[in-house]
């Protein structure tokens, strides 16, 4: 019986040590990545602000061509909605709501994650005039990860993770646009 309590007590502290830890992590995290696109502001901004365009540009939207998509309201507002749904787990179903457009500049919008995991994050992209015939764009997403998920914050570095999608979209983008 004494050797089934010192077990008891090691799996307690086993499972303990990571839950305490957890109370002390920072959850939050945060990636952004640039470019420079040849094309006036507006222009660009014109077609970022439109949520079906990532369709063209976006890595997550490439990696499941047969994902079910479905919009609700007028696309380049707010409030429009793109929800998705794939059997691919690095797709998986959610939306995205455009909640904030400053015009000519900057669109935010929340992403809600429903499969394989329940997350809501935060995305956005900026518009930053270079010249009249250049615009710097940035991509970023954030969020936090609740107890005691932001743990894993210690174990994944998002920057790594979701940076590299965030560029090539971003090179997707850049050459679209300045094909137009």
Known sequence: MKIVKIIVIVIVVIVAIPLIAALFVNGEYAVERETIVKK????????????????????????DPNAKMDYKGDDGTVGFVSSWQSENKEVGWGEQEIKKITEGSRVDMELRFTK?????????????????????????FFGKSPYPMNLMCL??????MVGPDLEKGLDNMKTIVEKQ
């Open 40 to 63: 006036p502001k507006q222009v660009v901004f014109d077609y970022v602000k439109h949520i079906k365009n990532q369709n063209n540009y976006s890595v997550w939207n490439m990696k």
């Open 116 to 140: 394989p995991m329940t997350m809501t994050d935060n995305a956005y992209m900026v518009t930053e005039a270079v010249d009249s015939t250049q615009t710097k764009v940035k991509w970023g």
């Open 155 to 160: 174990l994944m570095d998002m920057d790594k």
